[in-house]
């Protein structure tokens, strides 16, 4: 038996690291999808395989292994969701190092960490095969960690006794809305072990789907009936989100009036972004008028971003590029490298896009579009043996 989890990625429109602090965040899935495959082992076998396709690692730990390093501090098998403390955070790290680790490749140490967090967490030790693939950059400002956390907490869940399935269903479903909450929460907590001090926000949107309003903790769905488009250009500047958002923290605690007025500024414009998308009118004028005010706001954000220390010269080198053509750019996620976004209003010709992409991937950046909006995790089981 197999489940197949998959979960999206996202961007942040507006409000990012001001949301870490409790101001509000404007999110929305996007459709790229990070997929996780979980096939239980027959009993006898003993050992957890861990395959991280996109990042080429392959874990093998005999379960045993895997007791000695947690069950000597409690059994963490629970029906709750609960954080990983830092002395077990350091027993895994310590058992993943085992398996030599590249140096290029030492922030990937907290993902498979949190994998173990969360399968010992929610399934126990049961012996079983996890494969990962992901159609998002990894750590660059989409939503990877939370995509990731989101589908295998889905996945974990499917097979746990703390959520009711049928496991015939055909095709992509989800569980029932409190076991929706339930996995978000432990997505959360997976999240934690990523990121140092998450929002909330990346896990949310990618559990729950769809454009959401986000801020201290709680999560308020946006309806919107406003066409957007945006280009999503990848820098390719490798950056940590869990470094980032220290630095912002630090700055905050140095300058706690400056920075509590940039992030109060933050507030107001992710306020009237939602409200802008949430008003609109389907009209050409009230379209072109909206999009212009949208445009202010993405500008007026991203000189926040770069005043909170998260820009970097190759975001700047996106934005001096898309401003030769009017056009407004912010980065997305936590910045410091990663993504950007460009916003496309619907009228502007496919030539100035080509045109844009052209000179933008003369830098050797990459740049793609990506649906906005639409579900979040969802899970599909296959029966054949
Ligand atoms: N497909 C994947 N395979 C393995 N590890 C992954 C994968 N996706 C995410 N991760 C984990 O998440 C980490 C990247 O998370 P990070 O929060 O830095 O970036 P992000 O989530 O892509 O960006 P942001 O948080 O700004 O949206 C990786 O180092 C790894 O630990
Ligand atoms: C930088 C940040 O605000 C968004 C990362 O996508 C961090 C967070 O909210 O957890
Ligand atoms: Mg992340």
Known sequence: MEVTARAPGKIILAGEHAVVHGYTAVASSIDLYTVATLRL???????????????GLDFSWPIQKIKEVVAH???PFSSTPTSCSLEIIKSLTALVDEQSFPEARIGLASGVCAFLWLYTSILGFKPATVIVTSQLPVGAGLGSSAAYCVTLSAALLAFSDSVKVDMSQKGWFIFKEAEVELLNKWAFEGEKIIHGKPSGVDNSVSTFGNMIKFKSGSMTRIDSNMPLRMLITNT???RDTKALVANVSSRKSKHPEVMGSVLNAIEFISEE?????????LDDLSLAANEERLI?????????????GVSHAAIETVLQTTMKYKLASKLTGAGGGGCVLTFLPIQLSETIVDKVVGELESFGFQCFAAGIGGKGVQISFDSSP
């Open 41 to 55: 082992r027959p009993d006898g076998e003993d050992t957890i395989n861990l395959q991280l396709k996109d990042v």
């Open 73 to 75: 501090l409690g059994s």
């Open 236 to 238: 390719k500047v490798g």
């Open 273 to 281: 972004w939602s409200n802008i998308i949430q008003l609109h009118a």
């Open 296 to 308: 202010e706001l993405m500008e007026m954000n991203q000189g926040l971003l770069l005043s909170i």
